[in-house]
Antibody, heavy 118, light 107 residues
Framework: EVQLVESGGGLVQPGGSLRLSCAAS????????MHWVRQPTGRGLEWVAS???????DYPDSVKGRFTVSRENAKNSLYLQMNSLRDGDTAVYYC????????????WGKGTTVTVSS | DIQMTQSPSTLSASVGDRVTITCRAS??????LAWYQQKPGNAPKLLIY???TLESGVPSRLSASGSGTEFTLTIISLQPDDFATYYC?????????FGGGTKVEIK
């Protein structure tokens, strides 16, 4: 069964850091682009970061320079290092798989909640 | 950046109704559009990709069409399982963007 399981969410103060992880199983992780998408409570979806099979990365301006996506294919794991966190980063963070050659998301994890508050 | 605008934001309908949701792109995106369904407390689920291709397992009462800047998702006979929020997403290039969502609620 194809599965993505996020972890690492929690409560952090503004200006703090947090590292999210996503454990993948049931597919050849190294062959797929991977994405992070977030959703503030009661709001819509926002793309946060992507990493290709070659390790190439992309970010929206809202997180560029603060967030870093990485992957460790030997461990079938995806990561999101989040620094200089702000109140506006509070959201459920989803890990998602992207099919080869395309940037949509065909498999999603259940999400992990990040709360930025003093 | 290319913006995605969905309408309506909320749609009230009854079981058996035909409903249509529209997604408009501020510039042409070809057929690089996906649709997702999300139920409260759950992750989004892929329904449609390449503007009109149904993901495996998605019921045939859902259909989608469009290209360029205007796209539609249609449910021909609304079922209880279809009451949810629907999002479009363009994926022609980065930055990836989602529409604001359309909540389909029971009338």
């Amino acid at each position: 069964e194809v599965q993505l399981v996020e972890s690492g969410g929690g409560l952090v103060q503004p200006g703090g850091s947090l590292r999210l992880s996503c454990a993948a199983s049931g597919f050849t992780f190294s062959s797929y682009d991977m994405h992070w998408v977030r959703q503030p409570t009661g709001r819509g979806l926002e793309w946060v970061a992507s990493i290709g099979t070659a390790g190439n990365t992309d970010y929206p301006d809202s997180v560029k320079g603060r967030f870093t996506v990485s992957r460790e294919n030997a461990k079938n794991s995806l990561y999101l290092q989040m620094n200089s966190l702000r109140d506006g980063d509070t959201a459920v963070y989803y890990c998602a798989r992207g099919p080869m050659w395309y940037f949509y998301m065909d498999v999603w994890g259940k999400g992990t909640t990040v709360t930025v508050s003093s | 950046d290319i913006q995605m605008t969905q309408s309506p934001s909320t749609l009230s309908a009854s079981v058996g109704d035909r409903v249509t949701i529209t997604c408009r792109a501020s510039q042409s995106i070809g057929n690089s559009l996906a649709w997702y369904q999300q139920k409260p407390g759950n992750a989004p689920k892929l329904l449609i990709y390449k503007a009109s291709t149904l993901e495996s397992g998605v019921p045939s009462r859902l259909s989608a069409s469009g290209s360029g800047t205007e796209f539609t998702l249609t449910i021909i006979s609304l079922q209880p399982d279809d009451f949810a929020t629907y999002y479009c997403q363009r994926y022609d290039s980065y930055p990836l963007t989602f529409g604001g969502g359309t909540k389909v609620e029971i009338k």
